[in-house]
Every structure is written in C-alpha cells, then in structure tokens.
DNA sequence: ATATGTTTGTTTTGCAACCAAACAAAATAG
DNA sequence: CTATTTTGTTTGGTTGCAAAACAAACATAT
C-alpha cells in the first residue's frame, strides 16, 4: 500500500475507534481528537459516510455542552453495517452472541445440553441451527462478517483444539467440523474462553483508554490475558499469560494440571471445594459453599481466609511483574473475592512495596455470557484495528489460547 | 509536525536503525529492508549525509555477496556524529562509559571509592571530574549528548532517587546534585541499573530481532527488565517488572524488602549466604561460596541445590506469565546459574505444561559494564526512536504541528 | 576489444493526503 | 439587528513517496 493510503486508512480506523468509544461526536469533535484539521476530519467522515460506516444523526440539540457557535453534526456509527457472531462452549451449555457493528449486544441465546460434555459433532450441528435462527432476525443477511468460538481449552495454530478439559476433547479438528456445518457462515478462529472474557471488557467505553491491565477468569481453573501498553501480551509462541498455571507455591489443594503448586491448585472451584473436603465438610458446588460460607461456617470461613492469602500472593505477582491498573476478576469464584471486602486488598499490599500502587480489583457480574461476546467483540476489533493506530492490533492480535 | 514530515521522519529513524543493526548497507539494501523504493532510499540517504549521521564509505570489494551487477556504495552511520555517556554508581565502585553513534565502546573508567558507601556528594563531584577527564579524549566535544546514569535503587518520575538500598541513600534529589556538578553536561535520567542492563543487552545486534525476553540482574538484590511484544514493559506508573519484589513463597532465606517470600530473599547473593549461614557455615562473599562450592562442600551443595529450585520456579513464574523466547541472566549470581548446569533447566521445565516452550537461558560475563554500557545506550536508543517505528512513539504522531 | 546482462543510484513526473486560510452557515448573546 | 462563536466546506499549496526512464559500474561471454 502506497504511503499516503496507508496513514489515510490509519486515519480511517483512528476515526472509527473514537466513534466507538465516544459513541456520537461532530467532525470538530473528531478534529480534535485525532489532531487533525477540520478539513481533513470531515473528508474522513465523508469516506465513511460513503461507505455506509458511519451515518449523520438528527441532533438532539437540547443539553449541548457548548452554549454558543454552530452546533456540529451528529454522526455515529451505522449500527447495521455489520454483524459480529460469537459462541461459548461450555461442558453444561451453549451459548451464542450477535453484535452488532456499534459493538451493542443485539442478541443472545442459550442452549442447554440434554446431558453434560456434548461431542463436537452434537456442538456444531447445534450451533449451526442457532446461527441460522439469529441471523434471520437481523435486519440484513449479508452484514454478517462471521463467527468465532470460545473454547474451555488450549487451541493450537492451525485452529485445532489441542486440549479442552472441561469437555473432555483432546485434538478434536473442531474448526474443521465447525466450518462444514455452517455453510457459508466463515468461522474464523476459536479463542481460549479467558481470552474471549478479555477482550469482552478491554473494549468495555470506560476501559477504552487503560493501557495496562490484567484479566482474570476463575471457574473450573483460573484463565487469563495481559493487556500492557495498551497491547494483549501475547509472548513468542501465544502462549504467554498462563496465569493459572504459574507456580506460586509448591503444592496446593488439588493437582488440575501436575504443575505442583500452581496457581489454579489454591483459588479455583475444585481447589475451594477440596481444601474444604479436607477440612472435613462437603460441598458438591461452589454455589453450597458460598451458602455455607454466608451462614457463617467455621470451615468454610477457614478456607475462605486461606483463599484471600494466596490470592492476594498471586495478585501480587501480577502487580510486582506488571505493574496494571487493574486487575478485573471473572466467573462464579469471584464471588469469593466478593466476601472478602477490604482483607484481598489489605493481605495484596502487604505483599507489595510501598511505592507500589496497588491496581484497582473490579469484580464483574456474573451473568456469564463474558466469553460468547468477547468472541464476537474479537471478529468487531478486527474490523477497526484493521489498519490501525500501528502497533494496537494485527488481525493476529488474539493468537494466544490459555487455558481456563 | 505535518504529516509528510512525520513520515519522513520515521522512515529516517527506520534507516539509522537499520544501519545499526547491519553495520553497512548500501541505498538498495535500504530501499529493500523498508520496503520502499530505490530513489526514496537515496533521498533519505541524503538527508542523513548531509546531517552528518551518516557516511559513504570505500568499499571493500573483494567479498562481495553479490557478484554480478553494479556494486553498492557502502554506508554506515558516522560513528563521531554523537558520544553518549553512561555511569553506574556501586557502593564499592564508579563507572563511567563513553559509547559512540555506531554503539561502539569508545572509553570506559572504573574508580574504586576509597570508602564504600559513599554521599551522593562525593559521587557527583567524582563523576564530575571522570567526565571532564573522558571528554577531553573525544574527537568532538561537542557531540557530546549527555550523561543518564544507573542507580541500584527505585527511581521515581522526578528523577529524585526514592530509595537505593545498597547505598544508604533515601529521597536524596541526586539528579539536582549531578545537574549541578555537571556544568554544562546535559544529565538525562536516573536509571534503576537492572533496567539499563536490559538496555544494554537488548540493543546486541544478535538480539535485535528477539519480540520478548526477560533480563535479570541477580547481585545484592534481584532486578529485571521485561521485553514484550519488542517494546518495554513499564506498567501504569513505570513501577513494573521489579522481579525481585515478587513473593514466590512465604519465607525466603533473609527479608531485605520488608516483603517476605520475595524472590529475592530467595536467590540473591545475601540470600545464599544466609542459607548458607544457617547450615553452620560462613561465606564473607559470594566468591568466597562459590570456592566452597567448587570445591565440593556438601552444605555449599545443599545451598546451591536448593537455590535451584527456588530459582527455577522463579523463571517457571515468569515463562508462565510472559511466555518469553529467551531469559538472559546477568550479575555475579549468574555463576550459581552457571554451576547448577542442566538441573536448572530441568526443574524449570518440571513446573511448565507440555505445550510451553522453555526460553533460552543465557548467563552473560560477568565483567559488570552492562548498566554503565546500558544508561549510555538509553540514550543512544532515544536518538534512535525519536520519530520511530510507530508504537515506540505516540498514536498521535500523524497530525498537525500545534507545538508551535 | 566489444557487446551483453545485471544491479545500483539518480532524475523526472504524478499523485494522494494533509494543512492553512478564507468563507459560508447556524446558533447564542446583547 | 448586530456581533460573536463555532462548525463545516472550499481552494491553493506543500510534502514525501511511487513509477518509470535513464545513467553508471561491474562481470562475463564472444
């Protein structure tokens, strides 16, 4: 691509991500934001408008922040442009997820397994019937740009699926079957589940601008993904960001993985529930146990407070090593975290320097349909980083598969 | 900056970067390794010859790769264009190097304070004196860039030294002091000695393509440097990638953080002598251990065996999380490393999955110029990247000059 | 010696993107 | 109604790069 074109389509796609994150800005408004001249701002959005990217909106002139001067034109994303598929697998449940091309959730469904651990073959034909139902809702067929799939598990290069536990696969040619049964649907990568919960809240408006943070996704084991510099951290092979299977001690309350010590031995669900089985009490669910734990038990209080000393050693870590902003916590254990209030904190600065400062913990709700957006939100970055601020993003951005 | 300009800009930062890392390129060598064209090339060419950064050179034609066509005309960057100076203050020792534009170690001085410990005044006084003594050698006095400096301690945004353990130095304004002191010698930065040795090695030609890495400084304290993603990694507040502080365990063998079962209480050299001190025996250094070591002492071996360990699940640590190809190991502890031969690389593997490439484990000499070499070498590097490759620099590089 | 082929480096022409400045349009304030 | 402010558009100018033609330098074959 010649130079000039190349910075025009940077310019393009800088366009395109502060009308994401700003939802409705004027061509002044874009000016200044990319540090552009007017001029140059409203050729870009002339380029867009003609490509049906963007759209002028009638103003709702009532609460304008400025008082005087022309008021700008309006101009947002054109939320049909396009449509972004993405599905979740899990062992108990299948869900799928429509974005659409202003990054708005406009539909979702779940689909219960009759029994647990579904074969590939059940999933795909069953995902192919629920794309087919979705997408006949949606106001035009051809906007679909495709489907990416959240996997429990460690995908390798070629989109194989190399291991996911929690449904007992192993080196299952899933994108290959995926793709025979969706027709011309393009399914374009499966993702680690932990990834796709990532970038499901790095493309959250209010993180758009935190360059550095850590996401964790606590279930069955503890997945998770690095943003630093504003950048996924993705490592030599993608297979950086492990962070349930890093050694934090050397033993731990069960082996998931034959790491000894790793971190998903001490703070996932089987490690909650066998310390507690240990103790002498049983739970046959982390949900009993929290019920446990809320009337007060005096077992599961012990767990709980030996869970928030080496959760606070593994956060602090992640903090010594990367330093982030935040670290924002997933899935059903961080209802653990939750019932902590200010020891997590307290017990994670003890761990750190006093020049440190400690990242903010942010629990997330727990409706649980994290990883199925963000699998769709990786096909929507796709799109916009395409050409974009150099360095935020190459359609290899979301390589890496962890495990969760 | 207009935009055109901008792009000039980096292409020329591109050029010189090339040029550094080949050593000797003709203009189609240029033109090739960025991918423009030929007559591009040659005006940049042009420009940075007529700056003065760069020189034709007389071919030595007797080797040539290519042996049909025109011969190139062989450039190379002018090594007197500019002389950058680093120093590395010790408790023991001064350091000061000289490195010229083509990154050659022009001149190096070593003082040995008379007593250890010493003020930060007498350090500034004595640096003056040794700049003053290295200038006067040079070709140029006035290429000359300036001096940034290496501290074994925590630096905070002002440039004031915020602790330096092995110094006895606290919230001393050292940089004021060395302005100072200075006269008209510009004084850049204050840097903590573990991140100017990273500098040092990531700048080797050989290393020059290597995306992610980690770099250890192992002596009174452990320290380290993240490469991710071929950028560094500094975190929020640049507080990031203090490997030494991270809490691997609960104990360690001494706590010289205040953070217990930090990584360093672990396996620095006041750790194995503590450990080696609680076996009964006594070491007054670590050349003293490494003697007991060598020659066969069974609780030296115990120390060693142990530190390993310690050691190994450190680095699983930081391969789980950052997936880096390489680990280059630096400081007088290197040669623990180097004792332990294979076993290190064993246990290292023993705590990662399968699927997990271990990095390559590189210890260095141990001459000890790395973060003198290293804080010259920053400054090197921001000539280098001052328009650079996008992503080293700010987003906004592409729009309207409104410095002015 | 001469011709041929290959690669290098330069020159010329054209283009795309951006900026600066001037201008027209749409609102508010007095 | 006029002055002011801000928006959006238009025009002219600048810049760096690409494409293509050309000139130069060397090796080899005849």
Same mark, same amino acid.
Request: no cysteine; hydrophobic share 15%; charged share 35%.
């Given at each position: 691509m010649s130079m000039p074109v190349a910075v025009r389509k940077m310019n393009e796609a800088r366009a395109l991500e502060a009308l994401f994150s700003k939802g409705i800005m004027s061509r002044a408004d874009i000016a200044r934001v990319l540090e552009l001249t007017r001029s140059t701002a409203s050729s870009i959005v002339a380029s867009l408008i003609s490509e049906g990217q963007v759209q002028e909106v009638s103003a709702d002139?009532?609460?304008? /922040?400025?008082?005087?001067?022309r008021p700008g034109i309006s101009l947002r994303l054109n939320p049909d442009y396009a449509f972004y598929l993405g599905a979740d697998v899990g062992a108990k449940d299948l869900r799928l997820c429509v974005l659409d091309f202003a990054g708005t959730l406009r539909a979702e469904v779940t689909h219960r397994f009759d029994k647990p651990n579904p074969s590939s073959e059940v999933v795909s034909a069953r995902l192919a019937e629920m794309v087919e139902k979705a997408c006949a809702d949606l106001p035009d067929q051809a906007a679909v740009k495709g489907l990416n799939v959240a996997i429990p598990g460690i995908v390798d290069l070629t989109g194989d699926i190399l291991r996911a536990p929690p449904l007992n696969w192993r080196k299952v040619p899933f994108r290959e079957q995926l793709a025979k049964a969706m027709g /011309?649907?393009?399914?374009?990568k499966l993702i680690n589940d932990a990834n796709a919960f990532a970038v499901a809240q790095l493309r959250r408006p209010d993180l758009i601008d935190t360059q550095d943070a850590v996401f964790l996704l606590m279930d069955d084991g503890v997945g998770g993904c690095i943003l630093s510099g504003g950048r996924l951290l993705e490592g030599t092979t993608g297979l950086a960001a492990e962070i349930g299977h890093m050694p934090i001690g050397t033993k731990g309350h069960c082996n998931l993985t034959g790491i000894h010590g790793a971190f998903e031995n001490y703070v996932s669900r089987p490690a909650i529930l066998a310390h507690y089985a240990n103790l002498g009490r049983q739970a046959t669910s982390l949900t009993a146990f929290l019920a446990a734990l809320d009337q007060g038990d005096a077992a599961a209080q012990k767990v709980l407070s030996v869970w928030t000393q080496d959760f606070a050693r593994g956060l602090a870590i992640l903090t010594t090593l990367l330093n982030p902003a935040r670290i924002v916590i997933g899935g059903r254990v961080a209802e653990m975290a939750r019932r902590t209030e200010g020891d997590l904190l307290g017990a994670l600065r003890d761990h750190l320097l006093e020049e440190t400062p400690p990242p903010v913990l942010e629990l997330t709700g727990t409706s649980g349909e994290g990883p199925a957006v963000g699998a769709a939100m990786t096909l929507h970055h796709q799109h916009f980083a395409q050409f974009g601020p150099l360095g935020s993003g190459r359609p290899e951005l979301l390589g890496a598969d962890h495990s969760a």
């Open positions: 002139n009532s609460d304008r /922040e400025q008082k005087t001067g /011309e649907m393009p399914v374009h």
